[in-house]
C-alpha cells in the first residue's frame, strides 16, 4: 500500500526540493534545489536517511497536512509556528505523525525558507536527475491544496530526535571571494562595499536578492561595456541602479552586470534565511580561507548525526506515552531500607 502526503492547504510558494541538478550550465539550466542546503542535511540527520532525498520547502507559511499513513517528520530551516493535532511541535526535531493526524505549519518566526522532511522523502517523479521544482526553468510547480505526494519507502523508525544547529535566520556577516570583474571597481569603492551595513529587500526570490543600503550607488569603470558572459550562485552584480544583488539557486546562467564578488558557498543559506529588513555585511577572504571554510562545513554537515539528541518532552503532549520506557530503572527488586523486618 502506497502511503501519500496530502495537502488540505498551503501557502503560495510550497515546492519540493533536493539538492538540485548539477552538471547543466552549459545548456542553461541552473543547480536549483533547496535555497538552504543545509536544512537538507540537518532533516536526514534527525531520520537517519540520506540527504539527496527531497522535502517541502516553505517560503514565510506552510500549511495543512496528513498521512494516508503512519509517517515520521522532521522540520528544519526557518522557524515556524507548527502543532500535530493543536499540540505544539519543536522545530529543529523529528515526530511520529500518525495516520489521519493533522499538521499545521504557520508563518516564520524568523528567517524565511522552512522545510518538512518525510521519513524515505517525497517521491515525485524524477526530472533531468532530480525531483526538486526549478520554476524559472518551467521545470515541476508549486504544490496545490488537495494534492497527494508519494511518500517513499522509510527504513527506519526513531523520532523524538532534536538537532542544535546555528542561527543563521537573521542575516550577518556575509564571506566573499573576488570574482572576475572586482577589479573594476576601484579600491574605495571595494573598501565602501565591505564598510556598508546592507538590509535584505523585500524584493528577493529564488532568482536572487536584493541588498538595500543607503549609501551613493556602487559603480564599475566600463561597466556599460561588458559583455554576457558565465555567472554561478552566490555572484553579486551590481545592477543599473547601483543596488548589489547576490544571485540564488534558480539564477539565470549568463549576464552582463559586473560582479564585485561571489558568495562562498557555506554561506550562501544565510543570505537566502534572512527575512526582509535583516541586517547583512560583506567581507573579502583569499581563496585559501575559502578552501579551508568550505572543508570544515562540509566536514559540519557529513558529522551532523553526530550531534542528534533525543528530544525531551512533555509527558501530557505525548500521544504514544506508552512506547516510552518511563519506569525503567525506577523500581527496586530489594525492600526499601526503612521498610521494617518482621
Not at 50 to 79: H, K, Q, W, Y
Not at 107 to 120: A, D, E, M
Request: proline share 5%; hydrophobic share 40%.
Amino acid at each position: 500500500m502506497s502511503t501519500f502526503l496530502k495537502i488540505h492547504a498551503c501557502g503560495p510558494t510550497v515546492t519540493v526540493q533536493d539538492q538540485g541538478r548539477r552538471g547543466y550550465l552549459a545548456q542553461g539550466l541552473t543547480r536549483g534545489g533547496a535555497a538552504d542546503l543545509s536544512a537538507l542535511y540537518e532533516g536526514a540527520a534527525l531520520l537517519g536517511q540520506s540527504p539527496d532525498l527531497a522535502a517541502l520547502e516553505m517560503v514565510g507559511f506552510g500549511g495543512n497536512f496528513s498521512a494516508s499513513r503512519d509517517i515520521r517528520i522532521a522540520l528544519t530551516g526557518a522557524p515556524m509556528i507548527a502543532t500535530l493535532d493543536d499540540a505544539p511541535l519543536a522545530w529543529h526535531a523529528s515526530h511520529l505523525m500518525p495516520a489521519g493526524s493533522i499538521l499545521k505549519i504557520g508563518g516564520v518566526r524568523s528567517g524565511t525558507y522552512g522545510y518538512l522532511h518525510v521519513g524515505g522523502g517525497i517521491d515525485t517523479p524524477v526530472m533531468i536527475g532530480a525531483r526538486a521544482a526549478h520554476l524559472s526553468a518551467g521545470l515541476g510547480a508549486a504544490v496545490t491544496e488537495g494534492q497527494d505526494l508519494p511518500v517513499g519507502k522509510d527504513n527506519n523508525t526513531a523520532t523524538g530526535m532534536t538537532l542544535p544547529v546555528e542561527n543563521r535566520f537573521e542575516g550577518g556577516k556575509i564571506r566573499i571571494v573576488a570574482s572576475m570583474q572586482t577589479d573594476m571597481f576601484d579600491p574605495e569603492t571595494q573598501a565602501r562595499f565591505t564598510r556598508t551595513q546592507f538590509h535584505r529587500d523585500a524584493r528577493a526570490n529564488r532568482m536572487g536578492v536584493r541588498m538595500a543600503h543607503e549609501t551613493e550607488p556602487f559603480t564599475a569603470k566600463g561597466q556599460l561595456t561588458i559583455l554576457s558572459d558565465i555567472i554561478v550562485t552566490g555572484d553579486i552584480q551590481i545592477t543599473g541602479d547601483g543596488a548589489p544583488f547576490v544571485l540564488m539557486c534558480e539564477c539565470q546562467t549568463t549576464g552582463g552586470y559586473p560582479r564585485i564578488g561571489t558568495v562562498i558557498p557555506s554561506d550562501m543559506a544565510r543570505v537566502a534565511q534572512a527575512a526582509a529588513g535583516a541586517p547583512i555585511t560583506f567581507e573579502f577572504v583569499d581563496l585559501s580561507e575559502a578552501r579551508t571554510l568550505e572543508q570544515r562545513a562540509n566536514a559540519a554537515r557529513n558529522t551532523l548525526a553526530n550531534n542528534v539528541t533525543p528530544l525531551l518532552r512533555d509527558p501530557h503532549s505525548i500521544r504514544d506515552l506508552l512506547s516510552y520506557q518511563l519506569i525503567s530503572g525506577v523500581v527496586s527488586g530489594t525492600p526499601a531500607p526503612t521498610t521494617e523486618k518482621e
